[in-house]
Protein backbone atom coordinates (compact mmCIF):
# COMPACT_ATOMS: atom_id res chain seq x y z
CA UNK A 1 0.00 0.00 0.00
CA UNK A 2 1.31 3.59 -1.04
CA UNK A 3 0.95 7.00 0.16
CA UNK A 4 0.02 9.72 -2.08
CA UNK A 5 1.10 13.36 -2.03
CA UNK A 6 -0.19 16.10 -3.80
CA UNK A 7 2.51 19.33 -3.73
CA UNK A 8 1.28 22.28 -4.82
CA UNK A 9 -1.37 20.88 -7.87
CA UNK A 10 -3.32 23.06 -10.38
CA UNK A 11 -5.31 21.89 -12.63
CA UNK A 12 -6.77 24.83 -15.28
CA UNK A 13 -9.03 24.75 -17.78
CA UNK A 14 -8.83 28.05 -19.13
CA UNK A 15 -11.79 30.71 -17.69
CA UNK A 16 -9.67 30.04 -14.36
CA UNK A 17 -11.77 27.16 -13.87
CA UNK A 18 -10.29 23.72 -12.14
CA UNK A 19 -8.05 22.84 -9.14
CA UNK A 20 -5.61 25.37 -7.69
CA UNK A 21 -3.15 25.07 -5.12
CA UNK A 22 -3.84 21.41 -3.89
CA UNK A 23 -1.87 20.32 -1.32
CA UNK A 24 -2.22 16.49 0.67
CA UNK A 25 -0.55 14.32 2.09
CA UNK A 26 -2.52 10.57 2.14
CA UNK A 27 -0.87 8.35 4.33
CA UNK A 28 -0.77 4.52 3.52
CA UNK A 29 -3.67 2.39 4.09
CA UNK A 30 -5.64 5.43 4.41
CA UNK A 31 -9.45 6.14 4.16
CA UNK A 32 -9.11 9.21 2.85
CA UNK A 33 -12.26 11.21 1.20
CA UNK A 34 -12.69 14.35 -1.46
CA UNK A 35 -16.11 16.05 -0.32
CA UNK A 36 -17.63 19.25 -1.73
CA UNK A 37 -20.28 20.57 -4.39
CA UNK A 38 -20.71 19.45 -7.84
CA UNK A 39 -18.01 21.09 -9.54
CA UNK A 40 -15.77 21.96 -6.61
CA UNK A 41 -12.85 19.89 -8.50
CA UNK A 42 -13.09 16.23 -6.70
CA UNK A 43 -13.21 14.45 -9.89
CA UNK A 44 -10.39 16.77 -11.58
CA UNK A 45 -8.07 16.02 -8.67
CA UNK A 46 -9.09 12.14 -8.55
CA UNK A 47 -8.08 12.02 -12.49
CA UNK A 48 -4.55 13.63 -12.21
CA UNK A 49 -4.12 10.73 -9.22
CA UNK A 50 -5.56 8.68 -11.46
CA UNK A 51 -3.08 9.53 -14.60
CA UNK A 52 -6.28 10.56 -16.91
CA UNK A 53 -4.88 14.37 -16.27
CA UNK A 54 -1.91 15.48 -15.65
CA UNK A 55 -1.46 18.80 -13.98
CA UNK A 56 -0.85 21.79 -15.05
CA UNK A 57 1.76 22.90 -12.10
CA UNK A 58 3.15 20.51 -9.42
CA UNK A 59 3.65 17.44 -8.10
CA UNK A 60 2.08 14.21 -6.96
CA UNK A 61 4.41 11.38 -5.18
CA UNK A 62 3.30 7.83 -4.90
CA UNK A 63 5.70 7.47 -1.95
CA UNK A 64 8.72 8.65 -2.94
CA UNK A 65 8.26 8.28 -6.45
CA UNK A 66 7.16 10.87 -8.71
CA UNK A 67 4.23 9.81 -11.16
CA UNK A 68 3.17 13.17 -12.22
CA UNK A 69 3.58 12.17 -15.83
CA UNK A 70 3.10 8.53 -15.37
CA UNK A 71 0.79 7.12 -17.89
CA UNK A 72 -2.54 5.31 -15.91
CA UNK A 73 -1.82 2.30 -16.91
CA UNK A 74 2.05 2.14 -14.51
CA UNK A 75 0.36 3.59 -11.65
CA UNK A 76 -0.80 0.44 -10.58
CA UNK A 77 -4.10 2.00 -9.21
CA UNK A 78 -7.95 -0.01 -8.83
CA UNK A 79 -10.27 2.50 -9.81
CA UNK A 80 -14.04 2.19 -9.57
CA UNK A 81 -16.25 4.98 -11.49
CA UNK A 82 -19.96 6.48 -10.70
CA UNK A 83 -21.68 4.49 -13.60
CA UNK A 84 -19.14 1.45 -12.97
CA UNK A 85 -17.84 1.48 -17.25
CA UNK A 86 -18.31 -2.44 -17.39
CA UNK A 87 -18.03 -4.36 -20.44
CA UNK A 88 -22.12 -4.98 -20.67
CA UNK A 89 -21.82 -8.18 -23.95
CA UNK A 90 -18.82 -10.08 -21.00
CA UNK A 91 -19.71 -12.44 -18.58
CA UNK A 92 -19.01 -11.26 -14.50
CA UNK A 93 -15.97 -13.51 -14.75
CA UNK A 94 -14.40 -11.85 -17.51
CA UNK A 95 -14.92 -8.26 -16.26
CA UNK A 96 -13.20 -8.87 -13.58
CA UNK A 97 -10.16 -11.07 -15.20
CA UNK A 98 -9.89 -8.06 -17.56
CA UNK A 99 -6.96 -6.23 -15.76
CA UNK A 100 -5.44 -10.05 -15.06
CA UNK A 101 -5.20 -10.09 -18.46
CA UNK A 102 -3.71 -7.29 -19.91
CA UNK A 103 -1.07 -7.71 -17.47
CA UNK A 104 -0.99 -11.18 -19.55
CA UNK A 105 -1.15 -13.32 -16.29
CA UNK A 106 -1.73 -17.57 -16.77
CA UNK A 107 -5.26 -18.71 -16.95
CA UNK A 108 -4.59 -20.90 -13.91
CA UNK A 109 -3.51 -17.75 -12.13
CA UNK A 110 -6.12 -15.48 -13.21
CA UNK A 111 -8.80 -17.98 -12.22
CA UNK A 112 -7.63 -18.57 -8.89
CA UNK A 113 -7.50 -14.49 -8.62
CA UNK A 114 -11.37 -14.18 -9.78
CA UNK A 115 -12.85 -16.45 -7.50
CA UNK A 116 -11.11 -15.33 -4.37
CA UNK A 117 -12.11 -11.71 -5.82
CA UNK A 118 -15.71 -13.09 -5.93
CA UNK A 119 -15.80 -14.34 -2.62
CA UNK A 120 -14.19 -11.30 -1.17
CA UNK A 121 -17.20 -9.20 -2.81
CA UNK A 122 -19.86 -11.82 -2.54
CA UNK A 123 -20.36 -12.39 -6.29
CA UNK A 124 -19.54 -16.38 -5.11
CA UNK A 125 -21.37 -18.62 -8.18
CA UNK A 126 -22.23 -14.81 -10.21
CA UNK A 127 -19.48 -15.81 -13.06
CA UNK A 128 -20.94 -16.60 -16.13
CA UNK A 129 -23.62 -14.23 -15.57
CA UNK A 130 -23.94 -11.38 -17.99
CA UNK A 131 -23.53 -7.79 -16.56
CA UNK A 132 -26.69 -7.09 -18.49
CA UNK A 133 -28.56 -10.08 -16.14
CA UNK A 134 -27.37 -8.21 -12.71
CA UNK A 135 -28.86 -5.69 -9.95
CA UNK A 136 -27.09 -2.38 -9.78
CA UNK A 137 -25.68 -3.45 -6.47
CA UNK A 138 -24.34 -6.19 -7.88
CA UNK A 139 -23.20 -4.60 -11.01
CA UNK A 140 -21.31 -2.11 -8.25
CA UNK A 141 -19.86 -5.24 -6.59
CA UNK A 142 -17.98 -6.28 -10.20
CA UNK A 143 -16.50 -2.82 -10.54
CA UNK A 144 -15.42 -3.04 -7.12
CA UNK A 145 -13.65 -6.70 -7.76
CA UNK A 146 -12.45 -5.42 -10.81
CA UNK A 147 -10.85 -2.70 -9.63
CA UNK A 148 -9.47 -5.47 -6.55
CA UNK A 149 -8.13 -7.52 -8.24
CA UNK A 150 -5.04 -6.53 -9.75
CA UNK A 151 -4.09 -5.93 -6.35
CA UNK A 152 -3.76 -2.21 -6.22
CA UNK A 153 -1.85 -0.11 -4.10
CA UNK A 154 -4.30 2.55 -4.53
CA UNK A 155 -8.11 1.83 -4.68
CA UNK A 156 -9.52 5.11 -6.22
CA UNK A 157 -13.75 5.16 -5.77
CA UNK A 158 -15.66 8.22 -7.86
CA UNK A 159 -18.82 8.83 -6.18
CA UNK A 160 -19.51 4.71 -6.57
CA UNK A 161 -22.65 4.42 -4.86
CA UNK A 162 -24.71 6.95 -6.16
CA UNK A 163 -27.16 5.39 -8.84
CA UNK A 164 -28.13 3.04 -5.84
CA UNK A 165 -31.09 3.46 -4.22
CA UNK A 166 -31.04 4.49 -0.24
CA UNK A 167 -31.05 1.43 1.41
CA UNK A 168 -28.67 -0.39 -0.50
CA UNK A 169 -26.12 2.77 -0.57
CA UNK A 170 -26.16 2.38 2.86
CA UNK A 171 -24.96 -1.64 2.70
CA UNK A 172 -23.01 -1.12 0.29
CA UNK A 173 -21.39 1.88 2.54
CA UNK A 174 -20.48 -0.66 5.10
CA UNK A 175 -19.56 -3.07 2.89
CA UNK A 176 -17.06 -0.82 1.06
CA UNK A 177 -15.45 -0.57 4.29
CA UNK A 178 -15.48 -3.58 5.72
CA UNK A 179 -12.88 -4.29 3.10
CA UNK A 180 -11.11 -1.49 3.02
CA UNK A 181 -10.17 -2.42 6.65
CA UNK A 182 -9.76 -5.76 5.61
CA UNK A 183 -7.47 -5.71 2.71
CA UNK A 184 -5.65 -1.89 4.42
CA UNK A 185 -5.87 -0.42 1.25
CA UNK A 186 -4.97 3.16 0.52
CA UNK A 187 -8.10 4.25 -0.51
CA UNK A 188 -9.17 7.62 -2.28
CA UNK A 189 -12.93 8.28 -2.19
CA UNK A 190 -14.93 10.92 -4.28
CA UNK A 191 -18.85 12.02 -2.85
CA UNK A 192 -20.49 14.94 -2.32
CA UNK A 193 -22.38 13.24 0.61
CA UNK A 194 -21.45 14.48 4.12
CA UNK A 195 -22.83 11.26 5.94
CA UNK A 196 -21.35 8.76 3.59
CA UNK A 197 -17.91 10.78 4.09
CA UNK A 198 -18.46 10.97 7.61
CA UNK A 199 -19.67 7.26 8.06
CA UNK A 200 -16.58 6.30 6.30
CA UNK A 201 -13.62 8.22 6.14
CA UNK A 202 -10.37 8.33 8.10
CA UNK A 203 -9.91 11.59 7.06
CA UNK A 204 -11.48 14.19 4.65
CA UNK A 205 -10.59 17.37 2.43
CA UNK A 206 -14.00 19.30 2.02
CA UNK A 207 -12.62 21.22 -1.26
CA UNK A 208 -15.30 24.08 -2.86
CA UNK A 209 -14.33 26.29 -6.01
CA UNK A 210 -11.27 24.31 -6.93
CA UNK A 211 -9.50 24.87 -3.35
CA UNK A 212 -9.17 22.75 -0.44
CA UNK A 213 -11.24 24.18 2.48
CA UNK A 214 -9.99 22.19 5.31
CA UNK A 215 -8.39 18.62 5.96
CA UNK A 216 -8.82 16.75 8.93
CA UNK A 217 -10.91 13.76 10.64
CA UNK A 218 -14.86 13.73 10.53
CA UNK A 219 -14.87 15.06 14.17
CA UNK A 220 -12.44 18.02 13.20
CA UNK A 221 -14.12 19.01 10.73
CA UNK A 222 -17.63 18.69 12.02
CA UNK A 223 -16.48 20.00 15.28
CA UNK A 224 -14.45 22.65 14.41
CA UNK A 225 -15.28 23.90 10.67
CA UNK A 226 -12.33 26.29 9.48
CA UNK A 227 -14.87 28.49 8.26
CA UNK A 228 -18.64 29.12 6.92
CA UNK A 229 -18.22 27.13 4.07
CA UNK A 230 -17.25 23.92 6.00
CA UNK A 231 -19.95 24.72 8.70
CA UNK A 232 -23.06 25.01 6.55
CA UNK A 233 -22.01 21.93 4.10
CA UNK A 234 -21.03 18.98 6.68
CA UNK A 235 -24.16 19.11 9.14
CA UNK A 236 -26.67 21.87 9.42
CA UNK A 237 -25.26 24.75 11.12
CA UNK A 238 -26.61 28.53 12.76
CA UNK A 239 -24.17 30.99 11.17
CA UNK A 240 -24.68 34.11 12.98
CA UNK A 241 -22.53 37.48 12.33
CA UNK A 242 -21.59 39.74 15.14
CA UNK A 243 -19.61 42.26 16.33
CA UNK A 244 -16.72 41.97 18.86
CA UNK A 245 -18.19 44.15 22.01
CA UNK A 246 -15.41 42.84 24.93
CA UNK A 247 -12.34 40.64 25.02
CA UNK A 248 -11.31 39.10 28.58
CA UNK A 249 -8.50 37.10 28.03
CA UNK A 250 -9.98 34.42 26.27
CA UNK A 251 -13.20 35.08 26.95
CA UNK A 252 -14.78 37.19 23.39
CA UNK A 253 -18.70 38.59 23.73
CA UNK A 254 -19.91 39.13 20.62
CA UNK A 255 -23.00 41.78 19.46
CA UNK A 256 -25.45 40.02 17.49
CA UNK A 257 -27.64 43.36 17.62
CA UNK A 258 -31.25 44.00 19.22
CA UNK A 259 -30.10 43.36 22.70
CA UNK A 260 -28.40 39.93 21.87
CA UNK A 261 -25.07 39.40 23.32
CA UNK A 262 -23.26 35.63 23.31
CA UNK A 263 -19.84 34.71 25.39
CA UNK A 264 -17.19 32.47 23.30
CA UNK A 265 -13.62 31.56 24.01
CA UNK A 266 -10.90 32.34 21.77
CA UNK A 267 -9.50 28.77 21.31
CA UNK A 268 -12.39 27.56 19.80
CA UNK A 269 -11.92 29.32 16.28
CA UNK A 270 -11.33 28.11 12.81
CA UNK A 271 -7.64 29.53 11.01
CA UNK A 272 -6.77 33.56 10.88
CA UNK A 273 -9.50 34.69 12.77
CA UNK A 274 -9.22 38.18 13.95
CA UNK A 275 -9.98 38.80 18.18
CA UNK A 276 -10.26 43.22 18.09
CA UNK A 277 -12.94 44.73 19.60
CA UNK A 278 -15.40 46.54 16.77
CA UNK A 279 -14.38 43.47 14.23
CA UNK A 280 -17.32 41.62 12.68
CA UNK A 281 -16.84 37.77 13.08
CA UNK A 282 -18.96 34.51 12.06
CA UNK A 283 -20.37 32.60 14.32
CA UNK A 284 -21.06 28.69 13.99
CA UNK A 285 -23.47 27.13 16.73
CA UNK A 286 -24.67 23.84 16.29
CA UNK A 287 -28.56 22.98 16.83
CA UNK A 288 -27.49 19.99 18.79
CA UNK A 289 -24.94 22.02 21.19
CA UNK A 290 -27.79 24.32 22.90
CA UNK A 291 -30.20 23.27 25.93
CA UNK A 292 -33.60 24.31 26.95
CA UNK A 293 -33.08 26.36 29.72
CA UNK A 294 -31.62 29.93 30.98
CA UNK A 295 -28.63 30.74 32.97
CA UNK A 296 -25.56 32.51 30.92
CA UNK A 297 -25.13 32.62 27.69
CA UNK A 298 -29.20 32.29 27.10
CA UNK A 299 -31.00 33.06 24.23
CA UNK A 300 -34.73 33.95 23.81
CA UNK A 301 -37.09 33.59 21.36
CA UNK A 302 -40.27 32.52 19.42
CA UNK A 303 -40.80 29.10 17.83
CA UNK A 304 -41.43 29.56 14.31
CA UNK A 305 -41.72 25.95 12.64
CA UNK A 306 -41.23 23.01 14.65
CA UNK A 307 -40.12 18.97 13.23
CA UNK A 308 -40.77 16.45 14.98
CA UNK A 309 -38.55 13.21 13.47
CA UNK A 310 -38.93 10.97 16.01
CA UNK A 311 -35.49 10.61 17.46
CA UNK A 312 -35.46 14.71 17.24
CA UNK A 313 -37.46 17.51 17.54
CA UNK A 314 -36.11 20.72 15.33
CA UNK A 315 -37.44 24.35 16.59
CA UNK A 316 -36.67 27.28 14.25
CA UNK A 317 -36.80 30.30 16.55
CA UNK A 318 -36.35 33.82 16.14
CA UNK A 319 -34.00 35.49 18.55
CA UNK A 320 -33.96 39.52 17.30
CA UNK A 321 -32.66 39.37 13.32
CA UNK A 322 -31.62 35.91 13.54
CA UNK A 323 -33.34 32.63 13.01
CA UNK A 324 -31.95 29.74 14.86
CA UNK A 325 -32.35 26.36 14.83
CA UNK A 326 -32.19 24.23 17.87
CA UNK A 327 -32.33 20.65 17.81
CA UNK A 328 -33.47 18.26 21.34
CA UNK A 329 -32.69 14.63 21.17
CA UNK A 330 -36.91 13.48 21.68
CA UNK A 331 -37.31 12.36 25.43
CA UNK A 332 -41.04 11.83 25.79
CA UNK A 333 -41.47 15.48 26.84
CA UNK A 334 -43.86 17.58 26.01
CA UNK A 335 -43.28 19.43 22.28
CA UNK A 336 -43.58 23.45 22.34
CA UNK A 337 -46.64 24.59 19.66
CA UNK A 338 -45.91 27.65 16.97
CA UNK A 339 -45.62 31.23 18.18
CA UNK A 340 -44.42 29.71 21.97
CA UNK A 341 -41.28 31.29 24.25
CA UNK A 342 -38.44 29.17 24.50
CA UNK A 343 -34.90 30.35 26.20
CA UNK A 344 -31.90 27.95 25.14
CA UNK A 345 -28.64 27.91 26.88
CA UNK A 346 -25.22 27.68 24.85
CA UNK A 347 -22.07 26.50 26.22
CA UNK A 348 -19.23 28.61 25.85
CA UNK A 349 -17.50 25.72 23.57
CA UNK A 350 -20.74 25.24 21.52
CA UNK A 351 -19.98 28.81 19.93
CA UNK A 352 -17.24 28.23 17.20
CA UNK A 353 -15.22 31.70 15.53
CA UNK A 354 -15.09 30.52 11.74
CA UNK A 355 -11.99 31.97 9.43
CA UNK A 356 -12.01 33.20 6.88
CA UNK A 357 -13.05 31.07 3.32
CA UNK A 358 -10.27 29.99 1.10
P1 LIG B 1 -19.17 16.60 -9.79
O1 LIG B 1 -19.49 16.20 -8.40
O2 LIG B 1 -20.31 17.31 -10.48
O3 LIG B 1 -18.57 15.50 -10.61
P2 LIG B 1 -16.55 17.69 -9.24
O4 LIG B 1 -16.37 18.25 -7.90
O5 LIG B 1 -16.01 16.33 -9.48
O6 LIG B 1 -18.06 17.77 -9.68
P3 LIG B 1 -14.93 18.47 -11.46
O7 LIG B 1 -15.61 17.57 -12.43
O8 LIG B 1 -13.60 18.09 -10.98
O9 LIG B 1 -15.88 18.73 -10.23
O10 LIG B 1 -14.86 19.92 -12.11
C1 LIG B 1 -14.14 21.04 -11.53
C2 LIG B 1 -14.24 22.24 -12.44
O11 LIG B 1 -13.47 22.04 -13.60
C3 LIG B 1 -15.65 22.53 -12.91
O12 LIG B 1 -15.80 23.92 -12.98
C4 LIG B 1 -15.71 21.90 -14.28
O13 LIG B 1 -16.64 22.54 -15.10
C5 LIG B 1 -14.28 22.08 -14.77
N1 LIG B 1 -13.86 20.98 -15.67
C6 LIG B 1 -13.70 19.68 -15.32
N2 LIG B 1 -13.28 18.94 -16.34
C7 LIG B 1 -13.16 19.79 -17.40
C8 LIG B 1 -12.75 19.66 -18.77
N3 LIG B 1 -12.35 18.49 -19.26
N4 LIG B 1 -12.77 20.78 -19.55
C9 LIG B 1 -13.14 21.97 -19.04
N5 LIG B 1 -13.54 22.17 -17.77
C10 LIG B 1 -13.54 21.10 -16.95
Redesign the pocket.
Known amino acids: MKSVKLDHVYKM??NA???KDINLDIQSGEFFTFL??????????LRMIAGFYFPTRGKIYFDQQDVTTLQPNNRNIGMVFQNYALFPHMTVFENIAFGLQVRKRSNAAIKEKVNNVQKLVHLDGYGSRKITELSGGQQQRVALARALVIEPDILLLD?PLSNLDAKLREETRVEIKRLQVELGITTIY?T?DQHEAMAMSDRIVV?NK?KVQQIGTPQEIYNAPANTFVASFIGESNILQGVIKEINGNVVIVDLGEGVQLRGNKNNCGPNVQFTIGETVNLSIRPEMMVEGDGSNAISGEVQLVEFSGIMIKYLVKVGKNKINVMFVNKGINILERGEKITVHIPENGIYFLGKEW
Do not use: Q, R
Not at 36 to 45: L, M, N
Open positions: FGKGVGPSGCGKTTTEVHMG
